[in-house]
């Protein structure tokens, strides 16, 4: 499976650009961000002419996130971060392909910083590590993918210098993230590149396409079972130099999912012998069980026949009679 990742930054106006990405990359799976559009405007009949299902999560003029499998239907499991009712933002959605679990998510920016945008964003950030938690913790092979709107580390951008001040550098907002990946997921991108600087989005400013002055801030999380199949991770450039780009190119990571299944039947056969295991011991706890009381009550039945054998043979006392 190649699933990736892609703010499209305006799907109405951008999906000329989409379609003819997935035409040539063919992804299987894909979740795209910041879609601009509400439900009724989601271009449903094109992506589906492309060969792909989908379900969106739209909202007007900004925000929105859509899932799309080729060939296949998402079957959606969760709409919108738990943590906070009150939350209108459309960023999350989540949904079930192919045996794994995929949460598409669009983090605020948080700019300007400080300020009610930047606390909101690491508000959302923290009810996203509660819910992280929970995925892990369910057991179920996941992979959270997304523009996450934080550059990890100083060598995750071109030159961190003019972006001190940004929302995406602020120490809260990596402390956020690092805390994330403490949980035990696996950031695709900077394992397959431990030691070279990757870049997911250039701004539209000071020609930084053409100079390369990126930053990578669009990541797919794996848990440990789903990173343990990775086979290749990279970002599709070449989408950001075509006319009318989006400023994020897709990111993308290759899993073994053959390998899950097995390793999910290898689980299945295991707690399988382990429950016939259990099932002959409860067995033959139960056959020495019911063995031992039989014994108990066939020596019960002895005792009782000897104690009235006893006193039938014994002698009745002669009644003496006065004279």
Request: glycine share 6%; with cysteine.
């Amino acid at each position: 499976m190649k699933l990736a990742t892609f703010n499209i930054n305006g799907i109405r106006s951008r999906l000329p650009a989409l379609l003819a990405w997935l035409e040539r990359e063919a992804p299987d799976v894909v979740c795209l961000q910041e879609l601009k559009a509400p439900d009724a405007a989601f271009p449903a009949a094109e992506i589906d002419r492309a060969g792909y299902g989908a379900i969106w999560h739209g909202q007007a003029s900004w925000n929105g996130v859509a899932i799309l499998a080729r060939d296949a239907q998402p079957v959606e499991t969760r709409r919108g971060l738990p943590g906070d009712p009150d939350d209108t933002h459309s960023r999350y959605l989540e949904a079930a392909v192919d045996g794994l679990l995929i949460g598409c998510l669009y983090l605020p920016n948080g700019n300007p910083q400080p300020g009610p945008r930047f606390d909101y964003k690491l508000a959302w950030f923290e009810r996203l590590i509660v819910y992280a938690r929970k995925l892990l913790d369910s057991g179920h092979p996941v992979v959270l993918a997304g523009d996450y709107n934080v550059v990890p580390t100083d060598f995750d951008i071109y030159n961190p210098r003019s972006w001190l001040k940004d929302a995406l550098l602020q120490p809260e907002s990596r402390d956020c993230y690092a805390r994330l990946l403490a949980q035990g997921w696996t950031d695709s991108l900077r394992k397959r590149y431990p030691d070279e600087q990757i870049f997911t989005f250039w701004d539209y400013f000071r020609q930084h396409w053409e100079r390369n002055s990126g930053l990578r801030i669009d990541h797919l999380l794996l848990s440990p079972q789903v990173a343990a199949t990775m086979r290749n991770a990279g970002v599709d450039r070449w989408v950001r130099g075509e006319p009318h780009a989006s400023d994020h190119a897709p990111a993308w990571v290759e899993l073994d999912l053959e390998r899950l299944a097995g390793d999910a039947a290898e689980v299945a056969t295991k707690a399988s012998t382990n429950a016939t295991r259990a099932g002959e011991v409860k067995k033959t706890a139960l056959k020495k069980a019911a063995v031992k009381k039989a014994a108990v009550k066939k020596t019960a039945v002895k005792k009782t026949a000897v104690g009235k054998a006893s006193t039938a043979k014994r002698p009745t006392a002669s009644r003496k009679t006065g004279k």
